[in-house]
């Protein structure tokens, strides 16, 4: 495996909107962003990925672009960014930006020019249709609900989006195109970003000719993912967009990739891949259901071991994945992956631990250092995010109550991860001292970085402990390159594997409140890591707490 400057290194999403709010207008920005950049230091992180802060009418927070040239003033100006890289760089942290160019915004230039003259050069930017009365081109439903086709205004032609219909799809298809998007990669890369975060790529190739699948649900439509299924060759595109930008700068990508095959892996992550990583989604897929949010099944502590674990064997030493617990489009991981009833410290750490360990590149979500959790939403008034609403139409639709379909939906709410950062126990969590967009969550009194920061039991110095871990000199060539073996796997409820590089160590979690035993194939040197006081050994086996995690130097 060739050596990449980015392997060893640890990863940071902020989302500019919920981080820090430097001006009192309820909205986090970049000024915010560069006042932190030192907490984060602190806690020992390299890479930072930039949730969209481009120009946007903001209908999906930033992921509908109007401009892919120039900052929302509502997060500051083009100086601010340019600031934010020169600080950045001053403290060896590199910048990442979000690339989201599978759509752009209905407010984006391109857009109003197609409007303008669907025949011209704009409308070849797009996929347009010719409308027929009482039917439309495909029958695919939108990542957020309805049909994906909608009237080109002042036309007689009907648009695609896959995703809102304030986000019309790009045409890919069409080399013009492809120039505009590798001009402004180049842009930015040229501006001293390091690189990009890669949106919903795996959309970008559609099965042509476009057409109708067999409905799935009652509304006659079908999941967008039986064209994607059909679609070929996307490798052309991706590999073209490596080769004309990321390639020539050695720039650090990582792709929202959802459907690779096995087969597929050296292609997008190799050495020679489309991407430097992509992100494990496998735990955060699981228990999904085709019917909607109301019908998912959670996840219990085996299945998500198990998710990991197939995860980690799919890629083996091909490349590197990037490891998440939780995003900006999911609920939050400790409410999430920990049984209900059982998210406290140590079971937070353990869970950081277990997932923090994996080979690939560790991704932590701004709060998750902190162990935030989701938030509790008495009403979907509450709740901003489109994909929220639309599930709760789909759940009363399914004949849940209001009540019910509110409860169903809070579950997997991508606002849970959107409430503002919980900096203090001071009024809004100190995020702003005006009102925020989107309510802090209330428990923020107890969790917050600044209680966090003077409590060494915190989960945020067990965070910095892990990191400080994998970057200690004595373990980083084990952590970051050596391989990953599942130990005790069947035990129910009891995650554990081996790294083994020049060193071997042992992670092993006790996934429950009660008592577990094992016993050791040999002994151990070191206890690198312990979310608890001490090691409790009886006659050569190790009983461990509830939710006891332990790493170890064998
Ligand atoms: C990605 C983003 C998500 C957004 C969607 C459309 O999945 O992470 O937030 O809504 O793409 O851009
Ligand atoms: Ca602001």
């Not at 896959?162 to 080399?175: A, S």
């Not at 001071?426 to 702003?432: H, Q, V």
């Not at 042992?506 to 690198?528: A, D, W």
Request: aromatic share 14%; glycine share 8%; with cysteine.
């Amino acid at each position: 495996m060739v050596k990449k400057w980015w392997h060893d290194k640890v990863a940071y999403q902020i989302y500019p909107k919920s981080f820090y709010d430097s001006n009192g207008d309820g909205i986090g920005d970049i000024p915010g962003i560069i006042s932190k950049l030192d907490y984060l230091r602190e806690l020992g992180v390299d890479i930072i990925w930039l949730s969209p802060c481009y120009q946007s009418p903001l209908a999906d927070q930033g992921y509908d672009i109007s401009d892919y040239y120039s900052i929302d003033p509502r997060f500051g100006t083009m100086e601010d960014m340019e600031r934010l890289l020169v600080e950045a760089q001053k403290r060896n942290m590199y910048i990442l930006m979000d690339l989201v160019v599978n759509h752009c915004s209905d407010e984006h230039e391109w857009f109003r020019k197609a409007c303008e003259d669907p025949e011209g050069k704009y409308g070849n930017f797009f996929y347009l249709r010719d409308k027929k009365d009482g039917e439309l081109p495909t029958n695919w439903r939108s990542y957020f609900g309805g049909p994906v086709w909608e009237d080109l205004p002042g036309t007689n032609k009907q648009y695609l989006h896959v995703f809102h219909k304030k986000q019309p799809d790009l045409n890919w298809e069409n080399p013009e195109l492809r120039e505009e998007v590798y001009k402004n990669i180049n842009w930015w890369l040229d501006k001293g970003l390091s690189g990009f975060r890669i949106d919903a790529i795996i959309n970008i190739k559609k099965a042509l000719p476009l057409h109708s699948y067999a409905p799935d649900r009652e509304d006659g439509l079908c999941s967008i993912h039986a064209m994607l299924q059909e679609a070929r060759g996307i490798g052309e595109f991706l590999g073209e967009m490596r080769d004309r930008t990321f390639r020539k700068y050695d720039a650090f990508s990582v792709g929202e990739v959802f459907n690779e095959k096995p087969e597929e892996i050296p292609d997008f992550i190799g050495d020679n891949g489309y991407f430097s990583s992509m992100f494990d989604f496998n735990e955060t897929i699981f228990g999904g259901s085709a019917k909607g949010w109301y019908d998912a099944k959670p996840i219990t502590p085996d299945d998500y071991k198990r998710c990991c674990f197939e995860s980690q064997a799919k890629v083996g030493d091909i490349g590197f994945l990037s490891n998440i617990i939780e995003n900006h489009d999911e609920p939050r991981g400790v409410s999430r992956y920990i049984p209900e009833g059982d998210c406290f410290t140590e079971s937070k750490k353990m869970l950081a631990a277990l997932n923090f360990m994996l080979r690939g590149l560790p991704f932590i979500y701004q709060g998750q250092e902190l162990g935030m959790e989701n938030n509790h939403f008495s009403s979907i008034d509450e709740i901003d995010d489109i994909s929220t609403h639309d599930e709760y139409r789909v759940a009363l639709d399914a004949g849940l109550s209001p009540a019910e379909a509110l409860e169903a939906v809070s579950k997997y709410s991508r606002d849970n991860a959107r409430t503002p950062m919980q900096w203090s126990d001071e009024a809004n969590a100190g995020f702003t001292t005006g009102t925020p967009w989107l309510n802090v969550n209330p428990n923020y009194t107890k969790i917050n970085a600044a209680s966090q920061i003077n409590d060494t039991d915190s989960v945020w110095h067990f965070y910095k402990k892990l990191i400080a871990l994998r970057k200690n000199p004595a373990y980083k060539q084990t952590i970051v390159y050596g391989s990953l073996e599942p130990a005790w796997e069947d035990r129910h409820n009891l995650m554990a594997y081996y790294r083994k590089g020049d060193k071997t160590l042992l992670v092993v979690g006790n996934y429950q409140r009660e008592k577990q035993e094992i016993t050791l194939p040999f002994s151990y040197s070191k206890v690198l890591l312990n979310n608890y006081k001490e090691v409790t050994e009886e006659n050569g086996a190790i009983r461990l707490y509830g939710y006891q995690v332990l790493i170890l130097e064998m």
